[in-house]
T-cell receptor, first 109, second 116 residues
């Protein structure tokens, strides 16, 4: 069963780029890689998804190497409001997976 | 459409009582999921529906938990004979799953259950 591993926490400063890497060594062929952001007392919010290579949207970029055993969420120029927990999640239509522990990002002024 | 709606937002119940939560997904989404989240942990999968069919249920889920999605619209999650260990945030999510595409879950704000 595929499992994700992320750093427990990260600190950054406003205006910096933040990269959060997730390991998923046993990723299955049919798994999509997705990332979510969660604020206290709210449900997670979908940020970005990808299958391979690089994906970019208006809030983040997702880098996936050819072997797909890891992925990196890149947040450009973070602000204080980006302080949250970020989850890497593998989605497979035939295999519902629990989320890992997430990475607690603290953005400092 | 205002997103995924969950009611109530908070529920305090005495141990041994039954509780029921409701989730209204995004109307065009065909999949609905229930997750449970405790403090400091990621969401734990409980069960999911494709339209009205319950397709998967976590093996860790007690028989005291049951979920329904009549007519493929809203869903209810019932917990019978609640225990203190059931205290958690119960999250509902929906998604549109179609051939060749996956567009991420949209989560509701959750129902926080406290069993005293």
């Amino acid at each position: 069963l595929a499992k994700t591993t992320q750093p427990i926490s990260m600190d950054s400063y406003e205006g910096q780029e933040v990269n959060i890497t997730c390991s998923h060594n046993n990723i299955a062929t049919n798994d999509y890689i997705t990332w979510y952001q969660q604020f206290p007392s709210q449900g997670p919010r979908f940020i970005i998804q990808g299958y391979k290579t690089k994906v970019t949207n208006e809030v983040a970029s997702l880098f996936i190497p050819a072997d797909r055993k890891s992925s990196t969420l890149s947040l450009p120029r973070v602000s204080l409001s980006d302080t949250a927990v970020y989850y890497c999640h593998l989605y497979n239509a035939g295999n519902m997976l629990t989320f890992g522990g997430g990475t607690r990002l603290m953005v400092k002024p | 459409d205002t997103g995924v709606s969950q009611n109530p937002r908070h529920k305090i119940t005495k141990r041994g009582q039954n509780v029921t939560f409701r989730c209204d997904p995004i109307s065009e989404h065909n999949r609905l999921y229930w997750y449970r989240q405790t403090l400091g942990q990621g969401p734990e999968f409980l069960t999911y529906f494709q339209n009205e069919a319950q397709l998967e249920k976590s093996r860790l889920l007690s028989d005291r938990f049951s979920a329904e999605r009549p007519k493929g619209s809203f869903s209810t999650l019932e917990i019978q004979r609640t225990e203190q260990g059931d205290s958690a945030m119960y999250l509902c999510a929906s998604s549109l799953a179609q051939a060749g595409g996956y567009y991420g879950y949209t989560f509701g704000s959750g129902t926080r259950l406290t069993v005293v």
